[in-house]
């Protein structure tokens, strides 16, 4: 049983949409972090998100974490060729990093 | 550039042969842990070392053992690997303490065939 279930599995979309990817689970989380990960490179950390309700914005992304901390969505506006990746949430527990299956996401120019 | 180095990129073994992979930290990082990424999947904790120690471990045979160095970098040993054991291992460093933020690796591709 994943304890985070992201959503969609694949994305697939034109330069200049918008787009939203989520990531769920049943369980509180004190806090949750979003990663990007480039074909041949690994895991580059884009934010965390720490508050219920929080948001944050970096550039064109825009991030928010549950009210209850069970979930998380990352928004991208105007999706560019660059934004081409898979995007994975991930929890810290105690010790090691629990990630989702990701996002992959393919912005076609 | 994170600062964390991996080799090698790729490789490929056939069942049953033993592999070493190796990890640099970036530097002032005390802690280096290892995960495993299947294709189509998010990365899975194998296990993590703190100054030169074993402090925590995945759902992972004991076959997957470790090593961390005074100069904290890393090794994985995977013993009589299976196919399965094909993916992408990636190695990441951090410094433990409140905030911190781990660093990836660009990885190491195993093929076993």
Known sequence: TQLLEQ??????????????VYCNSSSVFSSLQWYRQEPGEG????VTVVTGGEVKKLKRLTFQFGDARKDSSLHITAAQPGDTGLYLCAFDSETPLVFGKGTRLSVIA | ?????????????????????RCSS????NTV???QQALGQGPQFIFQYYREEENGRGNFPPRFSGLQFPNYSSELNVN???????ALYLCASS????GNTIYFGEGSWLTVV
């Open chain 1, 7 to 20: 959503s969609p599995q694949f994305l697939s979309i034109q330069e200049g949409e918008n787009l939203t």
């Open chain 2, 95 to 98: 410094f433990t303490g409140i």
């Open chain 2, 26 to 29: 970036q530097s002032g990082h």
């Open chain 2, 80 to 86: 009589a690997l299976e196919l399965d054991d094909s």
């Open chain 2, 33 to 35: 842990s290892w995960y």
């Open chain 2, 1 to 21: 550039e994170t600062g964390v180095t991996q080799s090698p990129t790729h490789l490929i073994k056939t069942r049953g042969q033993q592999v070493t992979l």
């Open chain 1, 43 to 46: 895991p580059v950390l884009l």
